[in-house]
């Protein structure tokens, strides 16, 4: 047989080369192909023996040679070209196929393709593309790594404590995972940090607020009429403009209804008053005119339980402008209490 053109040659090496190439990608990460071990990166075909048999040198003319070889040159160099724009779109077609199907396991495949890619020179464009979907894979590993930690942190007593809850927040803020994870995390930490222990310094300050609610409750009740409330019905869900005062020395707290009609005059020592939150109380929530309240009056409900002088249980629920102002008269009526006592 007639020893092949450079054509042929340079044909066969991409051809294996792109063979390879696919065997690497779609399949395990081991060692090139047999055929590829054959071929030594840059070593000439001559220096292959046993793949090409010497063939004996032609007789003709050294004319008719000249012009031969002039001719299968150019018919070379052709062939040349259109292979390496076949090897190409080979390795193009291999790059957007393992972009596409991107998993766990695949990253160094779309690493070698993409380096594959940049030696072949690959229009920049298809390139840079790969780059973008490698990055946003690895991301996304990184994501899903994160939020199964997190997920196993909130059944740990990891998550009781400030500091590991606030590195697991920067740890998932870091992965860009997801809002719903991350807000879980900031409310877990502000939750812990609402109900640690206070310092001595926020201890006075505490002291120093509470003291300041009751003064200014005070002021307000035992002035005229005493401090404007809303009173709320219970049992039906009316809610009665009302007045709440106390006596001068402090011991009697009485609430007093606009309309007698609605409801009724009640009167009780401070000492007895239990006060709280009504959405806190279970009692209070299951009652049904608790339960008719639009969701920003339930929000800044008071419930009052109390004893009257005959050692009668009753209830008062009183409805507040703002949580805050619900706050503060809530702090006002406990500090009360604890002085009476």
Not at 9 to 30: D, E, F, N, P
Not at 240 to 263: C, E, F, H, K
Request: charged share 30%; aromatic share 2%; with cysteine.
């Amino acid at each position: 047989g007639a020893r092949p053109s450079g054509s042929a040659r340079s044909h066969s090496v991409c051809a294996a080369a792109v063979r390879c190439l696919t065997q690497r990608l779609s399949g395990g990460m081991g060692g090139a192909c047999a055929r590829c071990n054959e071929i030594t990166k840059g070593e000439p075909a001559d220096a292959l023996p046993g793949i090409y048999p010497e063939l004996p040198e032609s007789e003709e003319s050294d004319d008719e040679g000249s012009e031969g070889n002039h001719s299968e040159i150019a018919a070379s160099s052709g062939d040349d070209e259109e292979d390496a724009q076949d090897y190409k779109r080979g390795v193009a077609d291999i790059l957007s196929t393992t972009g596409q199907n991107l998993k766990r396991g695949k990253t160094m495949a779309m690493k070698e393709a993409i380096a594959t890619a940049k030696k072949h020179g690959l229009e920049s464009a298809k390139i840079s593309e790969a780059e973008q979907r490698l990055t946003e894979h690895k991301k996304q590993q990184r994501r899903d790594e994160v939020e199964k930690e997190v997920e196993a942190f909130f059944q740990s007593g990891a998550s009781n404590g400030i500091e590991t809850t606030q590195k697991m927040v920067e740890k998932a803020t870091e992965a860009e995972c997801s809002e719903q994870v991350c807000t879980k995390l900031r409310e877990r930490l502000d939750e812990l940090i609402i109900t640690r222990p206070l310092e001595p310094q926020e201890q006075d300050m505490a002291w120093g607020c509470l003291k300041q609610s009751c003064r200014e409750f005070v002021f307000a009740a035992t002035q005229g009429g005493g401090r404007q409330v809303i009173l709320l019905d219970l049992e039906d869900g009316r809610k009665v403009p009302a007045n709440i005062s106390i006596d001068p020395p402090l011991q009697q707290l009485t609430v007093v209804p606009d309309n007698s009609d609605i409801a009724t005059r009640v009167e009780v020592p401070i000492a007895k008053l239990k006060v709280g939150r009504a959405k806190d109380d279970n009692k209070i929530a299951k009652r049904k005119g608790f339960s008719e309240l639009e969701e920003d009056d339930a929000e800044c409900a008071v419930v009052i339980r109390y004893e009257d002088h005959s050692r009668t249980p009753g209830t008062v629920c009183l409805i507040e402008p703002t949580a805050l102002k619900r706050d503060r008269l809530v702090e006002a009526l406990l500090m009360l209490t604890l002085t009476c006592a």
